[in-house]
Structure formats: structure tokens, C-alpha cells
């Protein structure tokens, strides 16, 4: 089973993750809201901005305050730009 940090030290299963979303779209805005009324809203972004949603296959939806190019590359098991500087 393949993590996916997510930020803050925060994982998701990799395995169970179907898409990574910009929040921006209202289509994606009502999805959010949905979610958050129907209670499968995580919200991972301690108190950030939302940068991406990802779209998980057990219809949660998960927040985070990453860039969803850097959770993408994180799920592709690239290095960010902020750890390879780290090294």
C-alpha cells in the first residue's frame, strides 16, 4: 500500500485515490459542499486555503493546501521542488 502525503504530515491510500481536482469550478464547489453535508469531507488544509481536492473511490473527498501538481507528482514519486533543495 502506496501513501501519498498530502501535507502537514497527512497520508492517503494511493490505491484509493481516483482524481485530483483544482477547487476553483463551482461543479467542484457543489461537490465540496455536498460532501460536507453528507459527512465524507476531510479537510487536511489546517485552516490554508484550499488548493486541491482529491476525489477518493469510497466517494470521500479529501482537502488539501497543496498544489495539485505537487500531489500529483508526490503520487508519482517525484521529488518536489522544496525536498530535493532540502537535500
Known amino acids: 500500500?502506496?501513501?501519498i502525503n498530502i501535507g502537514f504530515?497527512?497520508?492517503i491510500?494511493?490505491?484509493r485515490l481516483i482524481a485530483i481536482v483544482s477547487p476553483e469550478s463551482a461543479p467542484i464547489k457543489r461537490m465540496v459542499q455536498?460532501?460536507?453535508d453528507r459527512g465524507v469531507l476531510i479537510d487536511a488544509t489546517y485552516g490554508r486555503r484550499t488548493?486541491?481536492?482529491l476525489i477518493m473511490?469510497?466517494?470521500h473527498l479529501v482537502l488539501s493546501?497543496?498544489?495539485p501538481e505537487t500531489v500529483a507528482n508526490r503520487a508519482a514519486g517525484e521529488k518536489?521542488?522544496?525536498e530535493e533543495e532540502a537535500e
Open 1 to 3: 500500500m502506496k501513501l
Open 65 to 67: 493546501a497543496l498544489q
Open 9 to 11: 504530515g497527512n497520508m
Open 57 to 59: 473511490d469510497n466517494d
Open 34 to 36: 455536498e460532501a460536507r
Open 51 to 53: 488548493r486541491a481536492v
Open 13 to 15: 491510500s494511493a490505491g
Open 80 to 82: 518536489d521542488n522544496a
